[in-house]
Structures are given as structure tokens and as C-alpha cells.
């Protein structure tokens, strides 16, 4: 078995030289403009394309973590299959992941629990190649301290399915959920905008999203605003744009959010 999983995206999707990358995601999450009064989130929803593209929008998440940095140990991650069909959710079979910055330790015994969970499976390959886990993985080394991670690759599962696991690992305060998903993808700017501002209005008052047309992470993104639902977690909207405000061309643009969830009593 491999112990390590090493970065599949650095040089492509986020700078590969640890003090270039160190440089610019302390670049991004300074740009973000300081919350005057803000609670704790239990859950985030971040994009996952490219640092020049979708990079600002996560950030405007990733910024909310710092007063938790000491209080955050674990981040029970959820991003959507890209390269490998899964039926349910996968786990990797390694001790660690790796990006330029160094290793996070994975959280075997959340794992191992997870997969008592028959939606659970141990599926190296679903891993190995994925970026939308890998990209959000510097973000949380600089915007946390110490920390364990537990990942799932989210392939062919119910909004039930994906919220089971998130109550299982729920925790306390030392436990953040992070759902990784980018918005519409490669329509014209104008259309893009309407679509994802429908989309944000979705998630915020905690409707399902329809299909994946909204959201390639759709699946994660209905598993968590069931548990919202039961939780009566309230969800804010912290920014939302395209790729088109950021680093493209408007003719095809793909559509970027970042979201925060707090529990009651912590708003």
C-alpha cells in the first residue's frame, strides 16, 4: 500500500514551488476583506478550478477560518469524481496526502468507521488523479494549524447517502466540512450569471439542487443542505462570481461560490 498520496495538480492547477504557492495563497487570503462579526463555520462550499480562476472566490471561505485556526483538528472533505466512476463514496487506502507545502495525516479511524457504511468504499484509484480535494488542500495548510484530513470522492450516491457520512463525522467544534464544487460551466457570461445566482439562492435557503448542471458538485452540496435541514444550519452566500470577473474570456465562462455554514446559536 501506498503511505502517501502524493500532488497530482501542482504546476497546473496551483503553483508547484512550495514558496510560490505559499506566497499566493497568503496573497489570496489577504485580498479578502475582514469580517467585522463573524461565528465559527461548521460547513464551507468552495470552487476548485484553477488558483487564477476560481482561487479569490475560495479565499473569501478559506479568510473565515483564521480566529478557529488552533480550534479546527479535523476537515472532513467532499469533492466530486472527475476521472473515475464510483458508486457511492470513496475512500483512499493511505496514511497521508502530500502538496508542496507538506503532509496532512488522514484520519484512519474516522475512515475506517466511515467505511462501515456500505454507500463507503476504499477506492485508491478515485483518488489518485482527483483535483477537486487536492486544489482546497493548501488553502487549509495555511488557513488552519495542525489538523487531520478524512476525504471522500463523491461518485453515484443519494443526497441521503452523502448526509449520512456527514452525521457520522460530524463532531464538535474541532470538526469542519468542506464541500468542494465549482457552478454552471462554459455558458456565455450574462447566462452564467443568472443561472449561478439561481443556484446560490438555492443553496441559502436550502433547496436540493436539481442536476448537475448547477453544480458539478451537486451531489456533496445536497448531502449537506439535508443535514442543514435537520440541523438548522444557516448558510451565508460570501461571494459569487465566474470565471469571466477573474481570469477568462466572458464567451464561456464557468461559475464560482463560496458559501459558510454556522450552527444555531453561533451566528
Known sequence: MQNVRPPA???MFYPGAPPELAG???????????ASTFSQPKAIIVPHAGYIYSGPVAAGAYARLAPYAATIRRVVLFGPCHRVAVRGLAVPRVQAFATPLGRIPLDEAAIAAALELPQVVAHDAAHAEEHSLEVQLPFLQEALEDFSLVPFAVGYASPDEVA???????????????VSSD?????????ARRRDARTADDIVHLRLLADHEQACGATPINGLIEVARRRDLRPQLLDLRNSGDTAGD???????????????GHA
Not at 499566493?24 to 475582514?34: D, H
Not at 457552478?183 to 447566462?191: F, G, K, V
Request: hydrophobic letters at 45%.
Open 183 to 191: 457552478l454552471s460551466h462554459y455558458h456565455p457570461y450574462a447566462d
Open 250 to 264: 466572458k464567451s464561456r465562462v464557468v461559475g464560482y461560490a463560496s458559501f459558510a455554514f454556522s450552527e444555531p
Open 9 to 11: 495538480v501542482a504546476g
Open 164 to 178: 449520512e457520512v456527514i452525521e457520522l463525522l460530524w463532531g464538535g467544534p474541532e470538526t469542519l466540512i468542506v
Open 24 to 34: 499566493e495563497v497568503k496573497r489570496l487570503l489577504a485580498a479578502v476583506s475582514p
